[in-house]
């Protein structure tokens, strides 16, 4: 057994074990707001149930007999209606009651693929009845023809929709559907690479695009198709890669899931293909990752995996906004003990379910590893535990192992910046804070008054103001050593001294920023004239040119 399937085998044993220890409700099911969680719980444990060297706290029938139960109460959930809108579609949250709730689009578009790769791995070990109930709802999935779509956005909609052309082509024979299939799927990678990625680290969208292919990879007879979704698999995994720490995706999200902020928590694909981690408690998003594997081109797990020296990746990519193709530019800093980044410009995305930029530090269990700063905006609730939903009111500067924040807000906008600060040692001074987190120190200049509130998992720095200003300066410990700095206490004593000048006009809401950056003495300047007004990006005295920015991977 090798370290890809003994870390497969953690997943799905952990999970299935999860699985067994669940109470069924009434309904017959564990889970009500996501069918997809029955189906992916059920899957995992018949997978433990059925493999003969695993060492599991049940009784391997009694488990098997549990997930088909569970898997025959989803598959009587679909519309099999051929007249319905939906026909081949399941419901996505269940509640009052399974029976009463509708249809919805999103659940079959990766779930049906995985069916028939369960299907193709399990058929055999399943019991006659279920057996030929999912080759019923396979066939009403087949034709039901959601997947019948062109290319459009090239997005993680239409990778499943293009995977589900291979895989239901091949199996069911049907020569014009594989075609199409091949041809979007060569589309799809001629636009990444000559546009690069719009979904820039989007979870859990990106991992849709993983496990859509890689099930196709796998499951793909064709010798030529199968190699191009290799070429696939190999420049998606070169894209995780390269943002790519400890389990933390470095930079700009375009979207994640609560669970997300202010930690990494979907992490299950990166742990089986990297595994520099230790597994997290929580697994909130289980899909396939125990179940389906493609190994990464070397080079990409040499970026990933032996990082001797810092690395820097500025790239940039077109999105479509508006109708409109717009070149946005994205950064990425890695070291050997943090990583930050993000993106040069504020886009509006689905939801406004963002990070504009963040420091990233090694997976660390159920605390966070994320710090950064934004103006809440739209989607924002105060009163829970999600710090996302940033405005557009922010410039950035970055450079290596620092960034540059401001906030210039217009006056019916209110005026709080809210920052987000991992667990660890810190300390709150009238000029700064500073702490150290894991392995790295970080000094945080706020330019006014802040308050910090304790939160699940991180702090909550809150600066009142219509123009704030920020400043991070992260450095590892090693570094820091060699500079005589030993403790937090040193690091406190040469960095008070070593705070930024702000200058802010409440009037018309213009802030400067400028700092010389500690590590290396790099001069560093970011101003605004106000609210929406163009900024001014200076480093060492020349003005910042995104247009040097190639086209990403």
């Known amino acids: 057994m090798n370290l890809y399937q003994a870390r497969m085998k953690t997943i799905v044993r952990k999970v299935a074990t999860t699985a067994w220890r669940q109470p069924l409700r009434e309904s017959g099911l564990w889970f009500h707001g996501d069918i997809r969680d029955n189906y992916y719980y059920a899957s995992y444990l018949f997978a433990a149930a059925v493999d003969p060297d695993e060492t599991l706290p049940f009784d391997r029938t009694e488990g098997k007999r549990l997930a088909e139960r569970v898997l025959l109460r989803v598959l009587q959930l679909q519309d099999q209606a051929a007249s319905s809108p939906t026909y081949g579609h399941w419901p996505l949250g269940l509640d009052p009651t399974p029976e009463q709730a509708k249809p919805h689009v999103l659940p079959v578009e990766l779930m049906g693929s995985l069916m028939v790769y369960f299907m193709h791995r399990y058929g055999v070990e399943l019991s006659p009845e279920l057996a030929a109930r999912f080759e019923d709802a396979l066939s009403h999935v087949y034709r039901s023809d959601f997947y019948r779509q062109p290319l459009r956005e090239y997005n993680h909609h239409e990778a499943k929709y293009t995977a589900a052309k291979l895989i239901l082509g091949q199996r069911y024979g049907d020569a014009a559907l594989f075609a199409d299939g091949k041809e979007c799927l060569r589309q799809t990678l001629a636009r990444l690479r000559l546009e690069g990625m719009a979904e820039y680290g989007a979870l859990p969208w990106f991992w849709h695009w993983i496990q859509a292919y890689t099930c196709a990879w796998v499951l793909m007879e064709d010798a030529e198709v199968k190699a191009e979704l290799a ?22 999200h375009a979207r994640g899931w609560p669970h997300d902020a202010p930690r990494d928590a979907n992490v299950l694909h990166d742990y089986v293909q990297f595994g520099d981690f230790e597994l997290p408690e929580a697994m909130p998003r289980t899909e396939y990752a125990g179940l389906l594997f493609y190994e990464a081109p070397a080079s990409a797990r040499v970026r990933a995996l032996a990082r001797d020296k810092p690395a820097e990746t500025i790239a940039a990519f077109l999105k479509e906004i508006g109708g409109v193709k717009q070149r946005l530019h994205s950064y990425a800093y ?46 924002y609730d105060p009163s829970g535990n999600d710090p996302r939903h940033q405005s557009e009111w922010t410039e950035v500067l970055y450079h290596h192992n620092v960034v540059m924040a401001v906030y210039s807000l217009p006056e019916k906008v209110p005026g709080q910046v809210n920052g987000v600060l991992p667990e660890g040692e810190w300390r709150f001074t009238a000029n700064g804070i500073f702490g150290k987190v894991e392995e790295t120190f970080f000094a945080v200049y706020v330019s006014g008054d802040y308050q910090v509130r304790e939160r699940s998992g991180y702090l909550q720095v809150e600066a009142e103001g219509c123009c704030v200003g920020i400043v991070v300066e992260a450095i590892g410990l090693p570094e820091a050593g060699e500079r005589g700095i030993k403790s937090l206490d040193d690091f406190i004593l040469m960095m008070k001294s070593h705070a930024p000048r702000f200058t802010a006009d409440v009037r018309t809401g213009r802030i400067d920023a400028s700092y010389t950056t500690y590590a290396e003495g790099i001069q560093l300047t970011l101003s605004v004239k106000g609210p929406g007004l163009p900024e001014d990006r200076w480093i060492n005295g020349e003005r910042v040119n995104l247009e040097s920015y190639s086209y990403s991977m």
Not at 347 to 363: A, I, K
């Open 334 to 379: 890695l070291t050997d003990h943090f990583a930050v980044g993000g993106l040069w410009e504020r886009v509006e995305e689905f939801d406004n379910e963002q990070l504009r930029w963040l420091y990233s530090l090694p997976v660390r269990g159920e605390k966070g590893n994320q710090l950064y700063f934004f103006h809440p905006g739209k989607g």
């Open 231 to 252: 070429e696939m698999l190999d420049h998606l995994w070169t894209i995780r890669a390269t943002y790519y720490f400890k389990g933390a995706w470095v930079g700009a």
